[in-house]
Nanobody
């Protein structure tokens, strides 16, 4: 079973940047679509970004386009989320996830099979 661990969260001021990392301890992630989701208190889990299995296709939520970037390093079994120009609305627990299926619904958390425990991102004014 793939086990995912996020890191890199913390406190950042509005307009700042943060880079999240997710490492898999379950072997290669070559065959997995990798995604990032976030969830703020009292809110539903929200899609942030996803990257295809080959790593050639990236998908970003409209709210983060132009600011966030997802990448993967299959050799190191890691995926990253670079977050720039952070806003208070970006504050949430960020989760990485792995999808072993073939569905095109990269935005749907139900499609993902493995989840990390999350890393907290706090954005202050």
């Amino acid at each position: 079973q793939v086990q995912l661990v996020e890191s890199g969260g913390g406190l950042v001021q509005t307009g700042g940047s943060l880079r999240l990392s997710c490492e898999s301890s379950g072997g290669t992630i070559n065959d997995y679509r990798m995604g990032w989701f976030r969830q703020a208190p009292g809110k539903e889990r929200e899609f942030v970004a996803a990257i295809s299995r080959p790593g050639g296709s990236q998908f970003l939520a409209d709210s983060v386009k132009g600011r966030f970037f997802i990448s993967r390093n299959n050799a190191k079994n890691t995926v990253h989320l670079q977050m720039n120009s952070l806003k208070p609305e970006d504050a949430a627990v960020y989760y990485c996830a792995a999808d072993r299926g073939i569905s095109g619904r990269y935005y749907d958390p139900a499609e993902y099979d493995y989840w990390g425990q999350g890393t907290q991102v706090t954005v202050s004014s």
